[in-house]
């Protein structure tokens, strides 16, 4: 039973910084980060490949370092100069499903973690 788990959220003022950890129960290829505020479609941030190929979506790009652990599976989101529109849930996502580079699509994951709430205020 594969499980993701996310880790690091919480309540930040404007301006802040927040990093968020995701734990994977086993080695995942390729991983992401996503986000869904209330009423909005989960929408990508960034995902990276076991060799540490990179992808930025634009909504953050300039704010948001993604990184990763392969020794511990785990997946970071490393997030600067947050701003209110920012507060979302965040997930985790993970996939081994070959293919040439990383995607930011959400059919491109199949293992998701539960989320952990970001919320800039």
């Known amino acids: 039973h594969v499980q993701l788990v996310e880790s690091g959220g919480g309540s930040v003022q404007p301006g802040e910084s927040l990093r968020l950890s995701c734990t994977a129960s086993?080695?995942?290829?390729?991983m992401a980060w996503f986000r869904q505020a209330p009423g909005k479609e989960r929408e990508a941030l960034a995902a990276i490949d076991a060799t540490d190929n990179l992808v930025y979506a634009e909504s953050m790009k300039g704010r948001l370092t993604i990184s990763r652990d392969n020794s511990r599976n785990a997946l970071y989101l490393q997030m600067s100069n947050l701003k209110p529109e920012d507060s979302a849930m965040y997930y985790c996502?993970?996939?081994?499903?070959?293919?040439?580079?990383?995607?930011?699509?959400?059919?491109?994951?199949?293992?998701w973690g539960q989320g952990t709430q970001v919320t800039v205020s």
């Open positions: 996502a993970g996939d081994n499903t070959w293919r040439r580079q990383s995607t930011l699509r959400r059919s491109g994951y199949k293992y």
């Open positions: 086993v080695g995942m290829y390729f």
